[in-house]
């Protein structure tokens, strides 16, 4: 049998330094030389099966504390070094592993020191988005993710770019497509570029939902995609050819401070760029005002998902030709939050997004029906708040599928405008205060930020107010506060 080979040499000598023997007294104990002993405590030699034996019986050493988990340790340390303020410290994750075996108290102190930091650094952000919902907005510096620079400045922008609506608006008159908009682009593509559009199986395609193959010119899609979301990689792609000036002049315009934060833009305007394409925006506000916003009527007449029609809405802003002022924002079951837009930028201030209690986070419950709300701020400030799961890319039988959930809102003076507002009989400002039919649902802008008093969804204490520590007083929150 070959013998098991585990290098483990700063478990060694923590073992031996807390039975305070040297490495000579070690080495004779275990039958080896002490130069020997110093190769392995050194991760030059491996610890064969036979002396983990040894060690059990000579110093009375659990095998399992041989062989060790620094995996979790490691893990740990790779969130560290992960963060922007720390990325390229480390060249890869073999020095992240020898720190954790090396030194496994004080990699512990300081993954304990960097939650502390973080914590710091989200009690500030809570205490900025305070001050903004007050007009008193401060810049707080610091390190951030590519991905979270790109989010921010989409977030606070309005959801609407008129040169690429321009660029949708002359491409859609070269392509004249008529009905078959797919098969349009494909032509397109294969006329002015070369490039062949190919749907492959997922044996073949099994990580990507599109690739391009520069040599062989062809553009590759999965099967798992639906065939809306077939459309839009398609003419994402077209897109990006056929306006790569004025997506660049958007990007340079948008000021992000590196390339990566570019790129992730270049995608996100890429995506709007293929929606202004496949939904135009005179017929589709047209259409949007005649079917009263009716999502699913634009979804069937467009030949488009519910999200990307949800999408759309949201970018309706020309100045001649506004609509009603939508506002979205994607989650998963975990909370996790994809994306927030909005046609005036997504009210962070007004609205915040955060709250347990919005219909967002019940629609999981009831995958592919549609929620529609009244939910009612703090400051007596209501939306309409319409919600649904969406579905991901399609996956085999033994795979989980990827669902998310979509919340597309606008202000409660909008409802007479919007076929979801009949949903919302009585609804009236101060209504979250009474009980009955018709109540707007009382949230809050997320639950650090909030502060109502007896809410059986919170998950937070507000960074506002201390925490109330009455022993013989125990509220229905979770944490109670003065």
């Keep these: 049998m070959a013998e098991q080979k585990i290098f483990a040499g700063p478990r060694i000598r923590r073992i031996r330094n807390a039975k305070g023997l040297t490495q000579t007294a070690m080495a004779e104990g275990l039958g080896i030389s002490p130069s020997y002993l110093n190769l392995i405590e050194r991760n030059q030699r491996p610890l064969t ?12 050493v659990e095998p399992e504390e041989l062989h060790g988990d620094a995996g979790g340790s490691a893990a740990a340390l790779r969130e560290v070094f992960s963060d922007p303020l720390l990325a390229g410290e480390l060249p890869g994750d073999q020095e992240v592993i020898e720190i954790a075996e090396a030194a496994p108290n004080a990699s512990a102190a300081v993954v304990k020191l960097y939650r502390a930091y973080r914590e710091q ?24 993710l590519p991905i979270d620079e790109t989010r921010e400045v989409f977030e606070r922008r309005p959801n609407h770019f008129s040169s690429l609506e321009e660029e949708a608006e002359a491409f859609g008159a070269v392509l004249d497509p008529g009905d078959d908009l797919f098969g349009a682009l494909k032509a397109w593509l294969k006329r002015e570029h070369g490039i062949v559009v190919k749907v492959l199986p997922v044996a073949t395609m099994p990580n990507w939902r599109r ?17 809306f979301d ?71 007449r467009f030949g488009v998902s519910f999200e990307q029609a949800a999408n759309r809405l949201t970018t309706l802003q020309r100045p001649e030709s506004a609509a ?19 046609a005036q930028g997504f009210p962070v201030s007004r609205f915040g997004g955060g709250c347990p209690k919005l219909p ?33 890319p399609q996956g085999a039988f033994n795979e989980r599928p990827r669902r998310t959930a979509l919340l597309v809102g606008c202000d409660i003076g909008f409802k007479d405008e919007i076929v979801y507002g009949a949903a919302l009989p009585g609804v009236t400002p101060g209504a979250a ?26 998950a937070e204490p507000p960074v506002t107010r201390p925490l109330g520590l009455d022993e013989m007083v125990t509220g229905l929150s979770a944490f109670d506060f003065q």
């Design 49 to 60: 099966v036979q002396l983990i034996l040894k060690l059990a019986a000579t110093y009375h």
């Design 121 to 144: 650094a989200e009690r500030l952000s809570d205490l900025n988005a305070l001050l903004a919902s007050e007009g008193r907005a401060a810049a707080l510096s610091g390190a951030r």
């Design 211 to 227: 690739r391009y193959d520069r040599h062989s010119q062809r553009l590759f899609l999965s099967e798992r995609l639906s065939p």
């Design 230 to 300: 077939q459309l839009r990689e398609v003419a994402m792609e077209a897109c990006l050819i056929r306006m790569s000036v004025a997506v660049a002049a958007q990007i340079q315009a948008l000021k992000f401070s590196n390339d990566e934060a570019r790129r992730l833009a270049r995608f996100e305007l890429g995506r709007y760029a293929a929606h202004a394409l496949m939904m135009p925006y005179q017929p589709f506000h047209a259409a949007a005002q005649r079917a009263r916003y009716d999502i699913d009527v634009l979804r069937s």
């Design 324 to 342: 009603v002022p939508f506002f979205m924002l994607e989650v998963d079951s975990a909370g996790n939050r994809f994306r927030r837009a909005g």
């Design 360 to 392: 967002v986070h019940a629609a999981f419950a009831q995958p592919g029906q549609i929620f529609v709300e009244a939910v009612e701020m703090p400051d007596g400030a209501q939306f309409l708040c319409v919600a649904r799961t969406l579905e991901g």
């Design 433 to 458: 205060a009474k009980a009955g039919h018709g109540a707007a649902t009382p949230v809050g802008p997320a639950c650090r930020l909030c502060e109502r008093i007896g809410c059986l969804s919170r």
